[in-house]
T-cell receptor, first 114, second 113 residues
């Protein structure tokens, strides 16, 4: 079945440090890939997405490139801020026929210290 | 436009009771899905509805059920609650087209005591 493997956390960084959160996937079809972020006590917010190979999703300084050859979708940010502290989830969606669902990684807790 | 709205946000139930959670999708979205989030199991897919029909179901017991109404609003029900059902239940909606984003509500926090 489909699965997403995410970098184990928690990750603690100083403000303005470079962030990478690794994400790899296995999928039976051709997936769309997503990064969602969850702030404490809240639901999931879409951070960025990519729907085909070599697409780069970007938002709020975060980027991720859909690499079909390595089945990866690593999240990066050049300079993190305290406000980026949250849990980050990598996810994929393969539309099998008419049904849609997301398969999530286990999440990576990011803490950014001032 | 308004996002995905879930009610209630917080609730406490006793073992053996049942609970109904409600979700209003983004206007125009006809696909509604539900997820359970727990510290131990992470985010797990419960089911997805489109045009009042369940199209897909995750690996949960029959105590978990749902439905969708003609206006795309959805409800999920859990009967005979167990302590392990304590979780954040997230509703999500999307256009039913491949590659379209799935948007989440803020969730309903269920505590079973």
């Amino acid at each position: 079945g489909d699965s997403v493997t995410q970098m184990e956390g928690p990750v603690t960084l100083s403000e303005e440090a470079f962030l990478t959160i690794n994400c790899t996937y296995t999928a039976t079809g051709y997936p769309s890939l997503f990064w969602y972020v969850q702030y404490p006590g809240e639901g999931l917010q879409l951070l960025l997405k990519a729907t085909k190979a070599d697409d780069k999703g970007s938002n709020k300084g975060f980027e991720a490139t859909y690499r079909k050859e390595t089945t990866s979708f690593h999240l990066e940010k050049g300079s993190v801020q305290v406000s980026d502290s949250a849990v980050y989830f990598c996810a994929l969606s393969v539309q099998d026929g008419s049904a849609r669902q997301l398969t999530f990684g286990s999440g990576t807790q990011l803490t950014v210290l001032p | 436009k308004a996002g995905v709205t879930q009610t209630p946000r917080y609730l406490i139930k006793t073992r053996g009771q049942q609970v109904t959670l409600s979700c209003s999708p983004i206007s125009g979205h006809r696909s509604v899905s539900w997820y359970q989030q727990t510290p131990g199991q992470g985010l797990q897919f419960l089911f997805e509805y489109f045009s009042e029909t369940q199209r897909n179901k995750g690996n949960f017991p029959g105590r978990f059920s749902g439905r969708q109404f003609s206006n795309s609003r959805s409800e999920m029900n859990v009967s005979t609650l167990e302590l392990g059902d304590s979780a954040l239940y997230l509703c999500a909606s999307s256009l039913a087209t491949s590659g379209n984003t799935i948007y989440f509500g803020e969730g309903s926090w269920l505590t079973v005591v």
